[in-house]
């Protein structure tokens, strides 16, 4: 069972010294990462993305940490989208893409495989390109030769995994302008202050009992970690919790969106990681004499991660309506994001605090994060960017590098990348 030292999460030297690619302090630059993609994708000519003309299609090339980028732009378009959004992560493009569809390509290097190759095939086919990465990078050359719009990242960015923003704010924007949803550039303003006020908040400086992620990072330490979303909001940060707990701190996490995927969830409280089996027996105290060496381990406990897609106490479906985002909140008649038939986010988030109840009731640890009300865009933002340093405290706190992994690396090394 993993082991996290609350002191090492305070002293501001282990910190520096574990995170030795400034994970933390690329992280807290998302808000910048907004603003200055704004201007990057201004300057780049955003406004003539596939010549101003609504596409008949949109597919998105990602993988890895830039992977995420696909999902916002599937969720942001699902209610009102006229046309379809699909990702892929690697080629065959599929056959139907051509002149009349648009293809975005995503790699902070320009030099991902996958987003390349499917660039580079769509190009060839006539379809229109929106390409976002490296400026000096094959996926710029291909772009050009396509006589696309490529979009830079700027300096200083190391990382997709920290560099989200820098790679979906273009994208975002594109579709905005092509009619795909209604995120505005002063929306895209409004997050990135969410995201500064959120580093803010969240810095290493800030002692363990009064920042949010330190505190879920101990809390979620030696449990096995589930993530479960109310809502499309929230299932955007859950989906990155499962990655970023994956690939920064090492733990595999599950996660889930009500209501169709809480059965999956809900169940792992009748499993062996709660007390009594769920049935509410109280388990026996750990032994202080127990021998680490010679007697077996503890049971991990279920860790409860809870992602609400609305602010404390607000109100959900009817400023989401304003969004876009939900359209009603009336039980069976919920339609677009807000229910999928089962009412909107107000009865969700229902279900969500009974789930609660019942993890704690069967032992497990829940932990709950709700954003500030805002855009959607911008409570995503804020989810996602603590669960980013939840997940990168908890990978410190063990003393492992969360940006450095062994085994990636001779994976990578296996596939000759």
Not at 54 to 71: I, M, T, Y
Not at 156 to 163: C, Q
Not at 286 to 305: E, K, N, T
């Amino acid at each position: 069972m993993a082991h996290l030292d609350e002191s090492w999460l305070d002293d501001a030297g282990h910190l520096e010294r574990c995170d030795s690619r400034g994970s933390l302090r690329a992280l807290a630059t998302a808000g910048a990462q907004v603003r200055e993609a704004l201007t990057l994708a201004r300057e780049a000519g955003i406004d003539d993305v596939a010549g101003h003309e609504r596409p008949r299609s949109v597919l998105v090339g990602a993988l890895g940490g830039s992977e995420r980028v696909g999902d916002v732009l599937q969720t942001l378009a699902q209610p009102s989208s006229p046309v379809p959004v699909m990702t892929r992560r690697d080629v065959p493009l599929p056959g139907w893409v051509g002149p009349l569809d648009l293809v975005i390509a995503v790699s902070l290097s320009g030099r991902a495989e996958g987003p390349l190759a499917l660039a580079a095939e769509a190009a060839r086919r006539g379809a229109s390109l929106l390409t976002v990465g490296a400026d000096d990078s094959p996926l710029a050359d291909v772009c050009a030769r396509a006589r696309g719009v490529h979009i830079g990242v700027g300096r200083g960015r190391v990382s997709s995994r920290t560099s989200l923003w820098s790679l979906l704010t273009p994208v975002l924007m594109g579709a905005r302008r092509l009619g795909l949803f209604d995120v505005s550039d002063d929306d895209l303003l409004v997050a990135a202050a969410m995201l500064d006020a959120e580093s803010e908040t969240l810095r290493p400086s800030s002692e363990h009992f009064v920042n949010p992620a330190k505190l879920a990072a101990l809390q979620l330490a030696g449990t096995v970690p589930v993530a479960l979303a109310d809502g499309p909001v929230a299932a955007l940060a859950a989906r990155r919790a499962s990655s970023m707990f994956a690939r920064t701190a090492r733990v595999p996490m599950t996660w889930g969106e009500l209501p169709d995927d809480a059965a999956d969830l809900v169940a792992t409280l009748d499993g062996p990681f709660t007390a009594g089996a769920g049935e509410g027996a109280v388990s026996a105290p750990d032994d202080i004499f127990a021998d680490p060496f010679l007697d077996a381990p503890r049971q991990p406990s279920l860790g409860f991660l809870t992602l609400h897609s609305d602010a404390t106490g607000g109100s959900g479906a009817a400023r989401d309506g304003a969004d876009g985002f939900f359209v009603s909140d009336a039980p069976g008649g919920a339609s677009g994001l807000g229910g999928n038939g089962t009412g909107g986010v107000g009865a969700l988030a229902g279900v969500a605090s009974g789930i609660q109840e019942s993890a704690r009731a069967a032992g497990a640890v829940v932990v709950e994060m709700h954003p500030d009300a805002g855009p959607a865009i911008a409570r995503a933002a804020q989810l996602m960017h603590r669960v980013d340093f939840t997940a990168t405290y908890l990978a410190l706190g063990q003393g492992l590098d969360p940006a450095v992994s062994r085994h990636v690396t001779e994976l990578r090394d296996r596939l000759g990348r």
